[in-house]
């Protein structure tokens, strides 16, 4: 009865095994078709350099990819928003991307960006514009070939304007569609 019981217990690891395998491939297939993208993410800006402290960040954007599919080269148009330190702020620009599928069984992306654009601030009721300057890097998985999750570890965020220059480290989590 024992020597059953296992044997029954090692055939349905082996067959849950495999149906389990068999699924996630599905749900993490390299994507295909569609090259348009939508994604929104939150996250910190830790202020570097101008006297700026950290706040909280939000992130809007959209995107196209040159390939026809949601990997390679790719342009954009990325807004973000920062609260935090007594100032709040508007950042906009054209952002060019490049989505890298290290794999080609797993939709996992490597996509570096920089982004050009204005930074508008205020604080204590005064108001500031500037020309800013993003580089980063995200890791981006793709969830059943029609939404997509990050992590941005690595990114900076540069306003250049006459009075001086404030950077920030930034540091963001989100998510996006593909249609």
């Known amino acids: 009865m024992k020597r059953s019981t296992m044997i029954l217990a090692a055939l349905s690891l082996l067959i849950l095994g495999g149906i389990a395998h068999a699924q996630v491939p599905q749900i993490l297939a390299p994507p295909q078709g569609r090259p348009f993208t939508a994604w929104g993410a939150l996250g910190g800006a830790i202020g570097l350099t101008g006297g700026g402290g ?17 990997d390679g080269p790719a342009i954009g148009i990325g807004i973000q928003e920062a609260f935090g330190s007594g100032v709040t702020q508007l950042r906009v620009g054209p952002r060019f991307f490049w989505d890298i599928q290290p794999s080609s069984t797993l939709a996992l992306l490597l996509s570096p960006y920089a982004q050009l654009g204005l930074a508008y601030a205020t604080a204590g009721g005064n108001g500031w514009a500037a020309f800013d300057l993003q580089f980063a890097f995200d890791g981006k998985l793709v969830l059943g070939q029609r939404g997509w999750v990050f992590f941005r570890p690595m990114g900076f965020d540069i306003a250049i304007r006459s009075e001086g220059t404030w950077a ?12």
């Open 54 to 70: 950290s706040a909280f960040a939000l992130e809007e954007g959209f995107g196209w990819h040159f390939t026809g599919r949601f």
């Open 168 to 179: 920030a480290y930034l540091i963001m989590f989100g998510g996006g569609a593909i249609f």
